[in-house]
Nanobody, 126 residues
Framework: QVQLVESGGGLVQAGASLRLSCIAS????????MGWFRQAPGKEREFVAA????????YYADSVKGRFTISRDKGKNTVYLQMNSLKPEDTAVYYC???????????????????WGQGTQVTVSS
């Protein structure tokens, strides 16, 4: 049973930083891409960042490029999202996800991800 558990969310002021973690279990994740998505109230789930199975390639939404960094520690089966210079518009529930099968390319669309965590709330006050 694949499980993803996020942590690290919280309430911060604009300009602050947070680091989200996602611990994966239930299979070997070394050959699977990992992604972060977020969903704000009344809005659709949106792509934030993704990292290739090797960790060599990373992808970001334009809205977070230059402020967020995705990374992974294969030895710990963990993916991280370092979020700097947070803005009120970053407020959302953040989810990590992984595809059901290994892929050569790193998927960026939510429908290409099969397993999801429960989410962690990030609230940024102005």
């Amino acid at each position: 049973q694949v499980q993803l558990v996020e942590s690290g969310g919280g309430l911060v002021q604009a300009g602050a930083s947070l680091r989200l973690s996602c611990i994966a279990s239930g299979r070997t994740f070394n050959y699977y891409a990992m992604g972060w998505f977020r969903q704000a109230p009344g809005k659709e789930r949106e792509f934030v960042a993704a990292i290739s199975w090797s960790g060599d390639d990373t992808y970001y939404a334009d809205s977070v490029k230059g402020r967020f960094t995705i990374s992974r520690d294969k030895g710990k089966n963990t993916v991280y999202l370092q979020m700097n210079s947070l803005k009120p518009e970053d407020t959302a529930v953040y989810y990590c996800a992984t595809p059901g099968s290994p892929t050569a390319n790193t998927p960026l669309a939510y429908y290409d991800y099969d397993y999801w965590g429960q989410g962690t709330q990030v609230t940024v006050s102005s």
